[in-house]
């Protein structure tokens, strides 16, 4: 877990329906921009399609389904944020800066957040200027093992 | 196995390993041949299993794997006692022979890991077979493959510098010389002409040989200084002109030792050399001998037991990682061709190179696709072939006498798709054998022949390949297989009396389903036919059982012939795109606007395409993958979501057009896409239907990228893939939108049989297809005979016809032709003699020249409508058929010939009769 690591911890962060969110710079390979993104038909709601990233096909996932927030312009994004080692990456609707982050400053998140909040991401960040939500790309790379799919069912 | 010698695998070392494995992969199928004819094996089949045996020994002692050889050799002796007729041939004996052979199979896989082999129990196996007789002699025992065996080499005497000599060289070196497919030379080297005056010395010449090949003997130290020359052997690949220039030396001076290798021809063969290659062995001390029965070496060369993969002679090992990395690559150039192309079309206009390149690398590319796709390409008995020993064990364990046959073993499939059929066809082959073959004592009793066979047929269709995997046993019961899934609880019981036989066999496919009572090490597991169903649906492929009770069974796949690049074509609809693999097409119709309403149908809820008289199931991708589609309004834009989810919910047929046209008059142009739509007939299996989309595109070759783990549980893709115009887009699964839109289709067989039936059903309601020829005889009376059944038409002249009595002749071409009119054949009235101009219709199949006078040829037509046969009709009239209000009484061709063959009879007679009277 990262709250055993005992360095200072380098954030990406970014906006996703007006929430400041960040993941660990550590868990991403890079940062694309969004551009047209495949819908796949019938595939599961947290899939929001694939993007052709300089001839690798990404599997995109819907991060706002997965956290469940409703955000407008469900299959587009301004960037992708692609996780390490993999061919998977999650549509955002606005890349922050990459924050320094003492270990001091890491939160438990609130016990009131929603259940799909609790279980993707890992720690709260309080910022002078408000909460950033870290999360757990462990997690959200293997949602297809613990989401139910109801799609599957029908097919 | 010793660890001396095999830490580290040089280069050469792993070139014997591979030609071992070469030789093991050849003495498979002949072990098992020799037991097929037991006793009565001929000596071709075991020369031919040890030759193998002896060149594994050779390479194993060449690369000193002391284990291996020592192993060949115990098989060896058994192999030896076998061909000198002291040994019969008895299943036992092959079954240690083949055990001796899976040891030496472990043996070669586990070369490099260190592993010491036990091999003694193989050996005391091979030794009990010879022990209850005498024993082998015991210097063949001791003698280990490290002792240097001299052998004997006679030069092939051409001239009289050879005559009379023998070299004895190394026999290991010569058997790898023989084994590379090397010439053995014997060359006489004469100090004075061919070195001083030249300027070399000796070890120069000796250099030059090295250089070129491998010196096998030379007395260069005996010679030196009191002959005028030495004599040397050597094993080279050049041939005795290219030999003597670059050695420069006379080329009476050099002489083959071997008449196997004096001809490119034979070279090539490769077959021959193989052959040769292990004669030394057969007939051991003297290569001379070998020249007087070479033909007998060539014939075995070519015997059956070979594999015909051996037939191959140049070739190269490539490592199977780099083809495949060539492969990648290859697609990865496909995709920036792809790319590239739309950026070079918009430049053809200000370039006119432009389209050259392009053309010019669009052939490069398809090229070395190709090429590196047939590099991948392996014979499907490369896999099939190791069945034979499977079948054999798996029937032998359990007591059962099977035949295995394998038909079009040369098929060849991607080499990926052939691992991966591995597993299926073996689960399947064990199905056969333990299920399928009755007992040998059943089968006697069912009267069919005590050897069961099975039977595997692969071939080529399409761009894919079908194997078929049958046999002759029991069948499935379509009952059993009900009453076990009902007991394992994988049937409800409401469906139990609403399954057809084919949805009944079709349940061996569910997970968990077995019929076996106990659990044997062959099958009865309950994990069989559901991953066999698994693994070839990852192939892309499609499998169907046909199965007969009592009589036996057939399996059926369908496989790709490859998986990496497919020829695809694109369609989308709505806004979205997708490839469908071309090998998966039957044909593309386009449903024009107003027709489609006319062609598609809709019966409860269910869309069908009546084409060419056939029905086709339709599916709507649109509805398959729940695309929304919109109507736009052509002044706003706006767009309204589609609501309708088939045509026929409001606009049937006549409606629909009259719905058009008031559209088409009125202002109301939107876009429907119903107006038009294409059609994709589909093929699944030997199953047809069609797909409606929106729009065609071009057909590209797309490289096909597996499904990621988030979308591979959807069974309408097969994969997805990166367009020329960098667009992702998915590879539509045939096979699973059938299934997704659960169209059943029965088995080939029935569909076949209802084919079948519908096209009798059709050809009797609406008669075959004729061509008719209508001509008139007289005002108003037509008749037609088929196109077929005439020769030509000729058109005459009143004055042409030359009467004799009644009968009427024409000149044609230099001879008579007798004519008659209708009216001599049935109530018909004559042909107006009035008439200046007459046709005559020739008919075929008569034994005399004979016409028939018509006033008028009308035309010819084709109709398939029903011929209306009534009682009424004269004898030589098939029927009447209403053409354009005229009524045409079609003649029945042989009963219409038959007629005039009467006539010509009568008319001889008349002849006859007339010359009588006038003499």
Same mark, same amino acid.
């Given at each position: ?21 960040? /993941? ?12 047209? /993104? ?118 | ?83 000198? +007729? ?47 007789? @005498? ?26 510098i ?22 053995? *030379?014997?060359v006489y080297v004469r100090f004075e002409a061919d070195l001083k ?5 000796e070890?120069?010449i ?12 030379s007395d260069l130290?005996?010679s030196r200084?009191e002959k005028d020359g030495f004599f040397c ?16 030396i006379?080329?009476?001076q ?9 001809? &490119? ?39 059956? #037991? ?79 072939? %190791? *069945? ?65 066979? @099975? ?82 649906? #990852? ?50 119709? &386009?449903?024009? +606007? ?83 739509? &294409? ?17 065609? *595109? ?16 959807? +069974? ?84 042409? @016809? ?50 028939? @006078? ?53 008319? %001889? ?11």
């Open positions: 877990m990262k709250s055993t690591r005992n360095h200072n911890f380098q954030y990406i962060t970014f906006r996703l329906a007006r929430n400041l969110m960040g /993941v660990d710079i550590l868990d991403i390979r890079e940062i694309v921009h969004c551009i047209r /993104v495949t819908k796949v038909h019938r595939a599961p709601w947290f899939v929001m399609g694939l993007m052709n990233l300089r001839g690798q096909i990404l599997t995109i996932l819907d991060i706002g389904a997965l956290l469940g927030m409703e955000r407008p312009g469900r299959n587009s994004g301004s960037h992708v944020i692609v996780f390490k080692h993999t061919n998977v990456g999650f549509a955002v609707d606005q890349i922050g800066d990459v924050f320094d982050i003492e270990t001091e400053r890491i939160e438990a998140i609130p016990v009131n957040f929603a259940p799909r909040i609790q279980q993707y991401t890992d720690t709260i960040i309080n910022l002078p200027d408000g909460v950033m939500m870290i999360l757990n790309a462990e997690k959200i790379i293997s949602c297809i093992r613990t989401e139910t799919r109801p799609s599957e069912e029908a097919l | 196995m010793s660890s001396d010698g095999h830490d580290s695998l040089d280069a050469m070392s792993s070139e014997f390993i591979a030609e071992i494995k070469d030789d093991l992969a050849s003495l498979e199928p002949t072990l098992l041949a020799m037991e097929q004819k037991g006793a009565g094996t001929d000596d071709d089949l075991i020369n031919h299993a040890f030759r193998s045996i002896h060149s594994i020994k050779g390479g194993a002692g060449f690369i000193n794997f002391k284990e291996l050889a020592g192993l060949s050799h115990a098989m060896e002796n058994v192999l030896m006692r076998i061909r000198e +007729k002291t040994l019969v041939i008895t299943s036992d004996i092959v079954d240690a022979l083949l055990t001796g052979f899976d040891k030496m199979k472990l043996m070669v896989e586990q070369i490099g890991k260190g592993e010491a082999s036990d091999y003694e129990k193989e050996k005391a196996v091979l030794q009990k077979i010879l022990n209850p007789e @005498i024993k082998p002699p015991e210097s063949r025992q001791s003698s280990g493959p490290a002792v240097t065996e001299k052998q004997v080499v006679t030069p092939l005497c051409t001239s009289t050879f005559q009379g000599h023998e070299f004895p060289v190394d026999k290991k070196r010569l058997d790898h010389a023989l084994a590379g497919q090397k010439f053995i *030379y014997a005056a030249k300027n070399k010395d070890d120069a000796v250099d030059d040989i090295k250089s070129i090949g491998d010196i096998l003997f130290e005996q200084r052997v050597l094993s080279t690949i050049l041939d005795l002109p290219l030999l003597s220039q670059v050695l420069e006379g080329k009476t050099m002489t083959l030792v071997d008449r196997q290798f004096t001809g &490119y021809e034979t070279l090539m063969k490769g077959i021959s050399s193989r052959a040769a290659k292990d004669k030394p062995e057969a007939e051991p001390k003297s290569v001379a001998s070998l020249i007087a029965e070479p033909d007998q070496a060539s014939v075995q060369g070519t015997s059956e #037991s070979l594999p015909p993969s051996s037939l191959t002679t140049q070739t190269i090992r490539i490592n199977v990682d780099l083809i495949s990395r060539l492969m990648n690559q290859a697609g990865e150039l496909v995709l920036a061709r792809n790319q590239l192309r739309p950026f070079m079309a918009s430049n053809v206009k200000e370039n006119s190179l432009a389209s050259g390149i392009m053309q010019n690398l669009d052939m490069v590319t398809t090229d070395i696709q190709q090429a590196i796709m047939q590099m991948r390409m392996q014979p499907v008995i490369d896999l099939m072939g %190791k *069945y034979k020993r499977v079948v054999r064990d798996i029937a032998r364990r359990i007591s059962k006498k099977v035949d295995f046959i394998l038909e079009g073993g040369d098929v060849e499939v991607d080499r990926t798709v052939l691992e991966k059929l591995a597993n299926p066809v073996t689960h399947l082959i064990r199905n056969c054998i333990d299920h399928g073959i009755e007992s040998p004592e059943e089968r006697v009793r069912r009267s069919k022949p005590e050897m069961g066979t @099975i039977r595997i047929k692969a071939s080529h269709q399409g761009g894919q390949v079908h194997i078929t995997i049958s046999d002759d046993g029991a069948g499935i019961d379509p009952q059993l297989i009900l009453s076990k899934a009902f007991e394992k609880g994988l049937v409800t019981e409401d469906r139990l009396d609403k399954m057809t036989e084919k949805e009944k066999i079709d349940l061996i496919f569910l997970p968990g389903f077995t019929t076996s009572e106990e659990i044997t090490d062959i099958s009865g597991r309950g994990v069989g036919m559901d991953v066999v169903k698994t693994n070839l649906e #990852s192939l892309r492929g499609h499998i169907e059982i046909d199965s007969v009770k009592g009589e036996g069974t057939r399996v059926h796949l369908i496989i790709p012939l490859t998986l990496a690049i497919v020829p695809s074509l694109i369609v989308s609809t709505g806004e979205f795109k997708f490839a469908i693999p071309q090998v998966n097409i039957k044909e593309v119709l &386009y449903l024009e +606007k107003g027709t489609v309403q006319n062609q598609v149908e809709n019966i409860a809820g269910s869309e069908v395409l009546r084409l060419r008289g056939r029905i086709f199931p339709v599916i709507r991708l649109r509805n398959l993958l729940g695309i929304k589609t919109y109507i736009e309004e052509p002044g706003t834009g706006a767009k309204e979501e589609e609501k309708r989810k088939a045509i026929a919910d409001r606009r049937q047929n006549g409606e629909a057009i009259e719905d058009f046209k008031k559209r088409m008059q009125g202002k109301d142009r939107r876009r429907h896409h119903w107006d038009t739509t &294409y059609v994709i007939i589909l093929k699944l299996g030997e199953n047809l239907f069609g797909l409606c989309v929106d729009e065609l *595109y071009d057909i590209e070759e797309v490289v096909v990228e597996p499904l990621s783990e988030y979308i591979r549980h959807l +069974k309408c893709f097969a994969g997805t893939t990166i367009l020329g115009n960098g667009d992702v887009i998915t590879i539509l699964d045939i096979q699973g939108i059938a299934a997704y839109s659960s169209l059943k289709f029965d088995s080939i067989k029935t569909e076949e049989a209802k084919r079948n039936q519908a096209n009798e059903k059709e050809a009797q309601s609406r008669g075959e297809k004729r061509n008719l020829i209508i001509f008139t005889s007289g005002k108003k009376e037509y008749f037609a005979l088929e196109l077929k059944s005439v020769s030509r038409l000729e058109p005459l002249n009143a004055k042409d @016809i030359h009467y004799t009595g009644h009968l009427k002749h024409v000149e044609y071409k230099g001879h008579a032709v007798l004519l008659f009119s209708m009216d001599e054949f049935l109530p018909a009235v004559e042909c107006d003699p009035a008439a200046e101009e007459f046709f005559a219709v020739f008919p075929k199949q008569v034994s005399a020249r004979v016409g028939i @006078i018509t006033s008028r040829i009308i035309d010819t037509i084709e109709t398939d409508q029903l011929i209306d046969r009534d009682d009424a009709c004269p004898e030589p009239v098939l029927g009447k058929l209403f053409i354009d209000d005229m009524m045409v009484q079609v003649l029945d061709h042989e009963k219409f010939t038959e007629l005039i063959e009467q006539k010509v009879m009568m008319a %001889k007679g008349a002849g006859a009769s007339r010359e009588n009277t006038h003499s």
